[in-house]
């Protein structure tokens, strides 16, 4: 998948070699981590063992793999790792110069894998739905369904005289943040989240009314989508006439967890090169617990047309632990 990403930017092997390319990904330290010592496959081959489920390794495995000199970052920040590494990866070429180390291209990657340990941990901690699907926005949340998957973008400083044929989109801005002190550690802070919107907004230079849509984090909790809808409201519907449209990818592909910010990250960008917001999957009735009253909003349950307003749009991530990040 990183190999892909390079590759499609005019990278291979016969020109990565020595290149000022950073590596950052979004990797929790997933459950092939257990997988492995349940196998016993320490006793069989445990040189190869011990680096393969280290979760710093993984950037700097692609890094060695494709001779690729620039910084190699792990981050775990639970379910915003990925969105984090696409932030700090973003913060890296904007400060770029000739004279630092630090990268003028990034390759960024997000990776879940799943096992058993991992689902009984959850499910001790009430946060697995008992249906097997995400209920996103809908009055049936119970929980979020746990998913493997693996993402990769390649990030690089634009200039002003583009060529937009040869780039998917560009990035306006990035903003990370902490919940700092709320109800509880792992409760999702609606303040904090329109503190988080309201820097991103600033960051990316856009009017409210340009952005067209938002790809929600949206795990399809009882108390974590009210939460999140609430600060959406507060910060990016109050001053709008034409309706904001709410996605997520986590009704469509389940929740990747690590790798969960990336993946509405480059939903987004699909979305926005063909001007079609995807349905929300198994969405019927609206949880009662989210205000409609005078937002104008959309939860579409169809393929809508994007290109009527533009398309700028924004994805954002929380961890669990209350870090949370955006992209725009």
Not at 274 to 303: S, W
Request: glycine letters at 12%; hydrophobic letters at 35%.
């Amino acid at each position: 998948i990183g190999y892909e990403a390079l590759f499609r930017q005019g990278f291979g092997r016969h020109n990565l070699w020595g290149q000022n390319i950073g590596t950052y990904v979004g990797d929790v330290g997933s459950d092939w981590h257990d997988n492995t010592k349940n196998f016993s496959m320490w006793l069989y081959d445990p040189d190869y063992t011990s680096t393969g489920v280290n979760s710093a390794v993984v950037p700097c495995r692609l890094a060695y793999t494709f001779g690729m000199i620039g910084p190699t970052m792990t981050f775990d920040t639970a379910c915003s790792a990925s969105l984090y590494a696409t932030h700090h990866a973003h913060m890296a070429m904007l400060n770029f110069d000739e004279w630092s180390m630090d990268t003028k291209g990034a390759l960024v990657g997000g990776v879940n894998t799943v096992g058993p340990t991992g689902h009984v941990g959850n499910s001790q901690g009430n946060i697995l739905t008992h249906t097997g699907r995400c209920f996103t926005f809908d009055e049936a949340a119970d929980g979020y369904q746990r998913g493997e998957g693996c993402g990769a973008l390649y990030m690089r400083l634009g200039k002003k005289n583009d060529d937009r044929d040869n780039r998917l989109a560009a990035v306006v801005g990035t903003v990370s943040s902490h919940d700092g002190k709320s109800a509880s550690l792992t409760a999702p802070s609606g303040p904090a989240q329109q503190v988080m919107l309201k820097h991103a907004i600033k960051f990316s230079g856009l009017g409210i009314e340009e952005i067209s849509f938002t790809e929600c984090h949206g795990t399809g909790t009882a108390l974590g989508d009210p939460i999140e809808m609430g600060a959406i409201a507060a910060v990016l519907l109050e001053e709008r006439e034409e309706p904001l449209w709410h996605t997520t990818p986590k009704s469509n592909i389940s929740h990747l967890e690590s790798a969960a910010g990336l993946s509405g990250l480059l939903k987004m960008v699909l979305a926005g090169l063909h001007c079609a917001a995807p349905p929300n999957v198994h969405f019927k009735k609206l949880n009662p617990h989210v205000d409609m009253e005078g937002y104008p909003r959309l939860f579409q349950t169809e393929i809508g047309d994007l290109c009527v307003n533009g398309c700028y749009a924004g994805a954002s991530s929380f961890g669990f632990g209350g870090s949370n990040a955006r992209c725009d």
